[in-house]
């Protein structure tokens, strides 16, 4: 693919580049509605009315003894979250995470359900992850679509791309704290174990959605669990 700053590239090449982005953004609206059709037809699913962002909880997602086995596993093997593109431990996300690569039977069980409410073909999915916050842990506001402008795309492109849905399940209840809040679509969503949020990272024309702006507020008290899914727009390798 051409460098748009490359003076040397040809006119040819860089208008070929902006149609490669507008075709894969039509691939990635295309897919999002496939998936829509499929979330609303899993038990308790519901869209959420939210202000320029496509999200939906589906409640009782996973039964009390997933999560419990699910915590478990994400006690057994915590260490700090990392973020793409930042420094090994970041000042922004501040929880602990484990990855839940496959095996378990609780992991087979988790992206057994996740197929069937996305049909989404499992290898567009990275790899499971848990996350613990203590008290006064938090992820500060972000997007979980990669910036295309930023050094770390160039790696990510050739990883399955951009980052297209995020799934996020809630282990347990926090005695205070811990929404997830989308300050831009006015929602802040309360921790419930078992409970499901999903949404899509890009707008209806398939391109990133700058309203999916998100956050895990601070944990007030007690501790948060949740197990997180990000689905890329080609299939994910490491
Ligand atoms: O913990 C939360 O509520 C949000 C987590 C999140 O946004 C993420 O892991 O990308
Ligand atoms: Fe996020």
């Known amino acids: ?3 748009l700053d490359d003076p040397c590239s040809t006119l040819e090449t860089r208008s070929a580049d902006r149609r490669d982005g507008q075709i894969e953004a039509l691939g990635r609206a295309n897919s999002a509605a496939q998936v829509r059709d499929q979330l609303l037809c899993y038990p308790g699913a519901v869209r959420m009315p939210a202000n320029g962002v496509e999200l939906y909880i589906v409640r009782d997602f996973l039964t009390l003894d997933e999560c419990a ?4 596993l994400i006690d057994g093997a915590r260490v700090p979250s990392p973020v793409v593109g930042d420094a090994p431990v970041s000042p922004h996300r501040t929880s602990e995470t484990c990855y839940l690569y496959p095996g378990p039977a609780p992991v087979t069980a988790v992206e057994t359900k996740l197929d069937l409410l996305t049909g989404l073909e499992p290898r567009y999915g990275e790899a499971l992850q848990g996350q613990r916050y203590a008290v006064g842990q938090e992820f500060k506001p972000h997007h979980d679509f990669f910036d295309t402008g930023q050094p770390y795309w160039l790696d990510q492109v050739t990883m399955g791309g951009q980052r297209t849905w995020s799934a996020m399940a809630f282990l347990n209840e ?3 704290g811990g929404r997830t809040n989308f300050p831009t679509a006015g929602l802040a969503i309360t921790p419930k174990a078992g409970n499901l949020v999903i949404w899509n990272n890009m707008d209806e024309y398939g391109t990133p959605n700058p309203g999916s702006l998100h956050q895990g507020m601070p944990v007030e008290q007690g501790v948060k669990y949740v197990l997180t899914k990000w689905y890329r727009e080609r299939p994910w390798c490491q």
């Open 174 to 176: 926090p005695e205070a």
């Open 1 to 3: 693919m051409a460098n």
């Open 69 to 72: 086995a699910l915590i478990a």
